[in-house]
């Protein structure tokens, strides 16, 4: 089943069953869904958005989310932090499971021994294998890692 059709199902239940927090994260993210649809279909009037895509505009959100929790705990607003959290918990269900940083240092040194030496280009050639499934900042910390112990 495609990930839309499966935000959309999901939409649909936590409308039957009630539960307005799930309701309103999933109707906020297929917002964003539309709106990248709609950007697509502006170039291509037959097109329509392949999961790749649909994660790419969910893990935007859940980076963003992310980024209030900490702005959140840092001015100590302990209930907006609860809310951000509960509300990413269900982002995440939509999204593929994140890389250990094991995993990323594996293909680091993979990206590295094929020849790429200096940051952007082992950066860039990691980001294209990790395909959204680790954030670039855990990326770009095992490079910084990799290279200074190098």
């Avoid at 059709?5 to 917002?31: H, S, W």
């Avoid at 954030?135 to 990799?146: C, P, S, T």
Wanted: aromatic residues 4%.
């Amino acid at each position: 089943m495609p990930l839309l059709q499966k935000i959309n199902d999901d939409m649909k239940a936590a409308l039957k069953g009630g539960d307005k927090t799930r309701l309103e994260v999933i109707r906020f993210a297929l917002a964003g869904v539309h709106a990248a649809q709609k950007e697509k279909q502006m170039k291509d009037p037959a097109a329509s958005l392949s999961d790749d895509e649909v994660i790419a505009v969910l893990q935007k959100d859940a980076k963003r989310r992310r980024e209030s929790i900490e702005l959140f705990k840092q001015g100590g607003r302990n209930d907006l932090v609860a809310k951000e959290e509960s509300d990413l918990a269900v982002l995440d269900e939509y999204l593929p499971e994140a890389l250990s940083k094991e995993e990323i240092e594996k293909m680091v040194d993979d990206v590295k021994a094929q020849g790429f030496s200096d940051f952007s280009g082992i950066m860039r050639e990691t980001m294209k294998l990790v395909k959204g499934r680790a954030d670039g900042r855990a990326v770009g910390e095992v490079i910084k890692e990799k290279l200074g112990g190098a």
